[in-house]
C-alpha cells in the first residue's frame, strides 16, 4: 500500500514537475511577502527592535495590548474607523447599484458607452493626484467649490474640510471617484440576465419600473450580497489611501482611521511592537466580520464567499 | 431593451440625471485642466477658471523642461512601472497556468494557500520589517517586488487558461513539446487579451503607487513621481497649515501641470484597458 502510493507520488510528481517548477517561485513570492509577515504578527507579543529580529526580541505577553486599552488616540481612530466605515456603508454601497439600474435603462447606446467611459475613468487615477485635485477645489480662499457656495448660497469663504464635515467629505468624493468603477459588476451582471425573462414580463403586462424591481434587481441579488459581504469583511481598513491622502493634523480628530494612526506609529514613533498589536487587533476583528457576514448571507439563502 | 420603443418622461429625467453626474465627474479635471493652462497673471485675473481667456502650455514647458526632481521622478516611475510590468507578468503567467490544471495533484491546497492572503495579512508592521530584513529599503526593488503578485489577477489568468481547449496542448506535447515550452510557444500566443489587460492592470497600479515608497525610501532621489506630487501638493499644504514652509509657495498652476502630467499616461492606456474591463470582471469571478 505504502509503496503504491510512493510509486504514485513519484509518478505524479515527474508528470507534473513543470508545472511545481513554474509554481516554485510563485509560492516563494507568497511565503516571502505573505505568510512570513502572518508570522510577524508575534511581534505584537514582543519589545521588539529592528536589529535584534524575532528571536532576539524581549517576549511581553500583553503588555502592549493593555497599553491599547488606555490609549485615546488609539480609540478615537476606532471610533472613527467604525463611523467613517458605517457611513460609507450607508451612503456609499447603494450609489453605484442605483447608478447602474439608471444606466441600465438608457435607450442610445453611445451614449450609455460614454457614459461608463467617464465614470470608470477617475478610478483608475491615484489618490494623490485626485487629493491634489480636491484640494485646489475646496481651496478656502479661491477654489471652485468654495466660490461657488458663496455665490449661489452666500456662504462665507471658508475652509470646508473641518474635523465636522471631514466625515462627509470622504464619502462624498469617494463616491465621486469610485461609484462608477464599483458600477462594473452589476454591469456585468445585468448583462448575463436571460432576455426571455424580460419578454416574460412584458408579456405578463409588468411595467417599465415593475419589470426593473421585479426582474432586474432579483437577478442581480446574489451579486449585490456577495458585493456586500466582501464590504462588511473590509470595512475597517478600506480607503487607506484617500484617508492617509485628504487628512491634515487638523482633521485628525474626525478623521485618523485605525490604518492611518498605525502608520504614524511606525513611521513617526517607530513603535514597532505597538503597531503590530494594533494591527493585530485589527484583524481579529475584521475576521470576526467577514464570517458574520458570511454566515449572514447563508441565512439569507445565498451561497456567500466559501 | 427594445420592448417598447415610447420614450416617457423617465427617459429626459434619466439622461439629464446621467448628464449631471457626467459634470460633477468631468468638471474637477476640466477646472484643473484650466488653471494648469494659466499663465501667472491669468491665474490671479481669472476667478472661476471654468473658462479660459488665455492659454500656455508655460508651466508644462517649466515642469517638464527645467524641473531635475520632476524628471528623476518620473525616469523612477517609469523604470518601476516597466521593471514591474515584466516580473509581475512572468509570475502571473508561469502562476495562473500551473493553477489552470485541474489534475494537478496539490493544487486545491495551493489554490486555498492563494486565497487565504486576499483576506488575511500580518498588517503593517511585519511587512515592514520583513522587507527591511530583505534589504530592500532604499533601493526600486521595494517599489517591486512587494506588489509583484496580485491574487486576483492570477485567478484571471487562470480563468483564461481554462477556456483554451485541451487538444492544443496534447497536439504540442505529441509534438514533443514540454509544459514550458508549451505555455511560452503554444498558450502565450493566443493568450494577448488577457496579456494585455493584466500587464495594463498592472502597469496603472505601480504607476499610482507610493506607499512602498512612502515606507521605504527615505531620500527623494528615488522617490516615484507619485511621492513628488505628494510632497509637492499635500505635504506642502500640511506643512503650510501649520505654519513651517520653507522657501517660497509654488504656484498652483504649475503644480496642476504636475498633476496633468501623471493623469496623461493613464488616460493614453485607458482606451485599451477599458476594452477589457467587462471580460476581465466576468472572468475574474472568483468563485470557481
Redesign the interface.
Given at each position: 500500500m505504502e509503496g503504491l502510493t510512493r510509486k504514485k507520488l513519484i509518478r505524479?510528481l515527474n508528470r507534473?514537475k513543470?508545472?511545481?517548477?513554474?509554481?516554485a517561485?510563485?509560492?516563494v513570492?507568497?511565503v516571502?511577502?505573505?505568510?512570513?509577515?502572518?508570522?510577524?504578527?508575534v511581534?505584537?507579543f514582543q519589545d521588539?527592535v529592528?536589529h535584534k529580529?524575532?528571536s532576539g526580541s524581549a517576549w511581553v505577553g500583553l503588555k502592549h495590548f493593555r497599553a491599547l486599552q488606555k490609549d485615546i488616540f488609539f480609540w478615537r481612530a476606532f471610533r472613527n474607523s467604525v463611523i467613517i466605515a458605517l457611513m460609507r456603508m450607508a451612503v456609499e454601497f447603494p450609489v453605484p447599484i442605483i447608478?447602474a439600474l439608471?444606466?441600465n435603462?438608457?435607450?442610445?447606446k453611445w451614449?450609455k458607452s460614454?457614459?461608463q467611459?467617464?465614470?470608470?475613468?477617475?478610478h483608475?487615477?491615484?489618490w494623490?493626484?485626485c487629493?491634489?485635485?480636491?484640494?485646489?477645489?475646496f481651496n478656502a480662499d479661491?477654489g471652485?467649490f468654495t466660490?461657488a457656495m458663496h455665490q449661489l448660497f452666500g456662504a462665507p469663504l471658508q475652509n470646508y474640510v473641518v474635523p465636522s464635515t471631514f466625515r462627509w467629505f470622504l464619502v462624498f468624493t469617494n463616491i465621486?471617484k469610485e461609484a462608477?468603477w464599483s458600477m462594473?459588476?452589476f454591469?456585468?451582471a445585468m448583462?448575463g440576465i436571460d432576455p426571455t425573462l424580460?419578454?416574460a414580463a412584458?408579456v405578463d403586462g409588468a411595467s417599465?419600473f415593475q419589470?426593473c424591481m421585479h426582474v432586474t434587481v432579483p437577478c442581480i441579488s446574489s451579486t449585490i450580497i456577495i458585493v456586500l459581504i466582501l464590504n462588511i469583511?473590509s470595512m475597517l481598513n478600506t480607503g487607506f489611501?484617500q484617508v492617509?491622502?485628504m487628512q491634515?493634523?487638523?482633521t485628525l480628530e474626525t478623521g485618523d482611521i485605525i490604518?492611518t494612526y498605525?502608520?504614524r506609529t511606525?513611521?513617526k514613533d517607530a513603535k514597532?511592537?505597538y503597531?503590530?498589536a494594533i494591527?493585530?487587533f485589527?484583524?481579529v476583528i475584521n475576521?470576526i466580520l467577514?464570517l458574520l457576514a458570511n454566515k449572514g448571507a447563508h441565512l439569507l439563502g445565498q451561497?456567500g464567499?466559501y | 431593451m427594445v420592448l417598447d420603443r415610447k420614450r416617457t418622461a423617465f427617459d429626459l429625467f434619466n439622461v439629464l440625471l446621467m448628464l449631471f453626474v457626467l459634470l460633477i465627474i468631468l468638471l474637477p479635471f476640466w477646472y484643473v485642466l484650466v488653471i494648469s493652462l494659466s499663465s501667472y497673471s491669468e491665474y490671479i485675473s481669472n476667478t472661476y477658471h471654468l473658462i479660459p481667456r488665455s492659454v500656455t502650455i508655460d508651466n508644462y514647458k517649466k515642469a517638464l523642461g527645467h524641473t531635475a526632481a520632476l524628471l528623476r521622478s518620473l525616469g523612477i516611475s517609469v523604470t518601476v512601472t516597466s521593471a514591474g510590468i515584466f516580473i509581475s507578468m512572468i509570475l502571473t503567467t508561469i502562476g495562473g497556468y500551473a493553477l489552470s490544471k485541474s489534475d494537478l495533484p496539490g493544487r486545491n491546497v495551493l489554490f486555498v494557500f492563494f486565497i487565504i492572503t486576499m483576506f488575511f495579512s500580518g498588517g503593517l508592521v511585519p511587512f515592514y520589517i520583513v522587507v527591511r530584513k530583505l534589504g530592500l529599503a532604499n533601493t526600486l526593488w521595494a517599489m517591486i517586488l512587494p506588489s509583484a503578485m496580485s491574487t486576483y489577477n492570477m485567478i484571471l489568468m487562470k480563468n483564461y487558461f481554462l477556456t483554451i481547449p485541451d487538444s492544443l496542448e496534447e497536439a504540442a506535447r505529441i509534438d514533443g513539446y514540454n509544459d514550458v515550452a508549451i505555455l511560452f510557444k503554444v498558450i502565450l500566443p493566443i493568450s494577448t487579451p488577457v496579456i494585455a489587460a493584466v500587464s495594463l492592470f498592472y502597469g496603472v497600479g505601480y504607476w499610482n503607487s507610493y506607499f512602498n515608497a512612502y515606507l521605504f525610501v527615505s531620500s527623494s532621489k528615488l522617490w516615484p513621481f507619485q511621492m513628488y506630487l505628494r510632497d509637492l501638493t499635500i505635504a506642502n499644504a500640511s506643512a503650510a497649515r501649520s505654519g513651517a514652509t520653507s522657501g517660497p509657495q509654488v504656484q498652483e498652476a504649475f503644480k496642476m501641470a504636475v498633476v496633468y502630467i501623471g493623469i496623461i499616461p493613464v488616460v493614453l492606456v485607458y482606451p485599451f484597458l477599458q476594452k477589457y474591463f467587462a471580460a476581465g470582471v466576468m472572468l475574474g469571478a472568483i468563485k470557481e
Open positions: 505524479d507534473y513543470y508545472f511545481y517548477l513554474m509554481l517561485p510563485v509560492i513570492w507568497y516571502i511577502f505573505c505568510y512570513a509577515p502572518m508570522y510577524g504578527v511581534t505584537a521588539y529592528m529580529g524575532i447608478l439608471l444606466l435603462e438608457l435607450r442610445t451614449f460614454v457614459m467611459t467617464v465614470m470608470y475613468l477617475p483608475f487615477l491615484s494623490i493626484i487629493a491634489s485635485i480636491l484640494q485646489t477645489i479661491n471652485l466660490l465621486w462608477g462594473i459588476i454591469i456585468a448583462a424580460y419578454e412584458v417599465r419589470r469583511g489611501d492617509f491622502n491634515n493634523p487638523l490604518d498605525v502608520t511606525v513611521m514597532f511592537s503597531a503590530s494591527g493585530l485589527n484583524s475576521t467577514l451561497p464567499i | -
